[in-house]
T-cell receptor, first 109, second 112 residues
Framework: EDQVTQSPEALRLQEGESSSLNCSYT??????LFWYRQDPGKGPEFLFT???AGEEKEKERLKATLTKKESFLHITAPKPEDSATYLC??????????FGAGTILRVKS | DAGVTQSPTHLIKTRGQQVTLRCSPK?????VSWYQQALGQGPQFIFQ???????QRGNFPDRFSGHQFPNYSSELNVNALLLGDSALYLC???????????FGSGTRLTVV
């Protein structure tokens, strides 16, 4: 069964304190790994799609990387506005996305 | 360019009632998927519609049904509501063959 596990469940950082979020996955036939940001009461907002091991993508203070077993979302010098829940999802057979439970990030100034 | 639009934004229903949620996909998208997100959890796939047919379904009972219209908009129906159906219901649209899903802001359903 396809499965996605995210860690840590919650992360508190000081502004400027860089860190990484982890997404471990088990899937038969990975068609894509997605990172989303979700603010309270809102729908997920697309950040990145990664397709193959070794691939990396960057956007502002965020960088996503992918291996055969896991993905990391690196946050460099975070700001309070980066506070949100970060969701990881894999696309396997068919077109459905299988999500992890998310990491709640809080950045304090 | 409008993104995915969902209505209503909030809804309160009584146990045993039926509810219909609506979704208009992003312009140019032809596929609509529905997800259920319980508090503190990641979204769970309910089903996906393409060309007015249910193309794939997750592990949800038959109380959950849907429909897609010729203009690609979609409805999610839930019958015989249970307290456990309380959640944020998300609609995501995409273009067949192209990776990438755009999510709406969701409908918050509370069953009392």
């Amino acid at each position: 069964e396809d499965q996605v596990t995210q860690s840590p469940e919650a992360l508190r950082l000081q502004e400027g304190e860089s860190s990484s979020l982890n997404c471990s996955y088990t899937v038969s036939g990975l068609r894509g790994l997605f990172w989303y940001r979700q603010d309270p009461g809102k729908g997920p907002e697309f950040l990145f799609t990664l397709y193959s091991a070794g691939e990396e993508k960057e956007k502002e203070r965020l960088k996503a990387t992918l291996t055969k077993k896991e993905s990391f979302l690196h946050i460099t010098a975070p700001k309070p506005e980066d506070s949100a829940t970060y969701l990881c999802a894999v696309q396997a057979e068919g077109n459905k996305l299988v999500f992890g439970a998310g990491t709640i990030l809080r950045v304090k100034s | 360019d409008a993104g995915v639009t969902q209505s209503p934004t909030h809804l309160i229903k009584t146990r045993g009632q039926q509810v219909t949620l609506r979704c208009s996909p992003k312009s140019g998208h032809d596929t609509v998927s529905w997800y259920q997100q319980a508090l503190g959890q990641g979204p769970q796939f309910i089903f996906q519609y393409y060309e007015e047919e249910e193309r794939q379904r997750g592990n949800f009972p038959d109380r959950f049904s849907g429909h897609q219209f010729p203009n690609y908009s979609s409805e999610l129906n839930v019958n015989a509501l249970l307290l456990g159906d309380s959640a944020l219901y998300l609609c995501a649209s995409s273009l067949t063959g192209i990776h990438g899903y755009t999510f709406g802001s969701g409908t918050r359903l509370t069953v009392v």
